[in-house]
């Protein structure tokens, strides 16, 4: 009986030893990657404030659209963009073209990167509307006045 105590106390305190060292290494391992991604954050920031003081920018009223009939009011056929391209999520912005020419490559702070492919009725002065897959999407999205970068083609 004692020595299955004792092999008990042993595996127990070995097991103890164990997940302690686990701890410690994980602690390190996610302390260094919260460093490297700080530093490539600031760098990331540097360049892109390097990169956007040579485009022009200003505050726009965004929003979002779908290919549904309730967003859009009407959609051309086969679904084709203004500058006759399919629309993508991740690349499609609606803009007056007065302001933003089509074609032109456009940054919206907290969005990403666009091209200006499309335009719309209701798309007048600095206002962009930036494409989603679902009426959900864009319907989450909502309304947001957010700082837009381009660069006219």
Same mark, same amino acid.
């Given at each position: %009986?004692q020595?299955r105590?004792?092999?008990?106390?042993?595996? *127990? $305190?070995? %097991? *103890?030893?164990?997940?302690? /060292?686990? $701890? %410690? &290494?994980?602690? !390190? @391992?996610?302390? &260094? /990657?919260?460093?490297?991604?700080?530093?490539l954050?600031r +760098?990331?920031?540097v360049?892109?404030s390097?990169? =956007?003081?040579?485009l022009?920018?200003?505050?726009f009223e965004? @929003? *979002?659209?779908d290919? #549904?009939?309730?967003?859009?009011?009407?959609?051309?056929?086969? &679904? =084709?963009? +203004?500058? $006759?391209?399919?629309?993508h999520?991740y690349? @499609?912005?609606a803009?007056?073209?007065?302001?933003i020419?089509?074609?032109? /490559?456009v940054?919206?702070?907290?969005?990403?990167?666009r091209? *200006?492919?499309?335009?719309? #009725?209701?798309?007048?002065?600095?206002?962009?509307?930036?494409?989603?897959?679902?009426? !959900?999407e864009?319907i !989450?999205?909502?309304?947001?006045? /957010?700082?837009?970068?381009?660069y006219?083609v």
């Amino acid at each position: %009986m004692q020595i299955r105590l004792t092999c008990f106390s042993l595996s *127990a $305190g070995i %097991m *103890a030893i164990v997940l302690f /060292l686990v $701890g %410690m &290494h994980y602690f !390190d @391992t996610v302390s &260094h /990657l919260k460093e490297k991604n700080e530093q490539l954050s600031r +760098k990331v920031n540097v360049l892109e404030s390097e990169f =956007l003081t040579d485009l022009e920018k200003g505050e726009f009223e965004v @929003t *979002a659209y779908d290919v #549904s009939l309730r967003s859009t009011g009407k959609w051309s056929r086969n &679904h =084709l963009t +203004k500058s $006759g391209t399919t629309p993508h999520r991740y690349r @499609t912005v609606a803009v007056d073209p007065t302001i933003i020419p089509i074609g032109s /490559l456009v940054y919206i702070e907290g969005v990403g990167w666009r091209i *200006a492919e499309d335009t719309g #009725s209701k798309i007048k002065g600095k206002m962009i509307d930036v494409f989603f897959d679902s009426e !959900d999407e864009a319907i !989450d999205f909502g309304r947001q006045t /957010l700082k837009v970068y381009y660069y006219k083609v």
